[in-house]
Nanobody, 126 residues
């Protein structure tokens, strides 16, 4: 059974940083594309950042230069380092995975992903 569990969310002041983690079980992330998505109240789920099995990355324009996606295959864990946070980044953040083997290209839409975590709340407020 595939399970993704996010952690690392919380409350932070504007300008602060958080590192989200997504721990996977039931899958070996090495052959999966992974993505981070977020959903703010009253808004649709949107893509934050994605990475394919070659570690090529995609970032939404709004987070480029602020956020960094990474993975540790030995720990079967994915990370999202978020710097210079502002209130617009407040949302529930989800990690997701889809099996791609060694395909090139980076799945970047939520409906391209098969497995999802439960989400972790990130609140940026002074």
């Amino acid at each position: 059974q595939v399970q993704l569990v996010e952690s690392g969310g919380g409350s932070v002041q504007p300008g602060g940083s958080l590192r989200l983690s997504c721990s996977a079980s039931g899958v070996t992330l090495q052959f999966y594309a992974i993505g981070w998505f977020r959903q703010a109240p009253g808004k649709e789920r949107e893509t934050v950042s994605c990475m394919n099995s070659h570690d090529n990355t995609y970032y939404a324009d709004s987070v480029t230069g602020r956020f960094t996606i990474s993975r540790d295959n030995a720990k079967n864990t994915v990370y999202l380092q978020m710097n210079r946070l502002n209130p617009e980044h407040t949302a529930v953040y989800y990690c997701a995975a889809v099996l791609v083997f060694l395909k090139h290209g980076i799945p970047s839409a939520p409906d391209e992903y098969d497995y999802w975590g439960q989400g972790t709340q990130v609140t940026v407020s002074s």
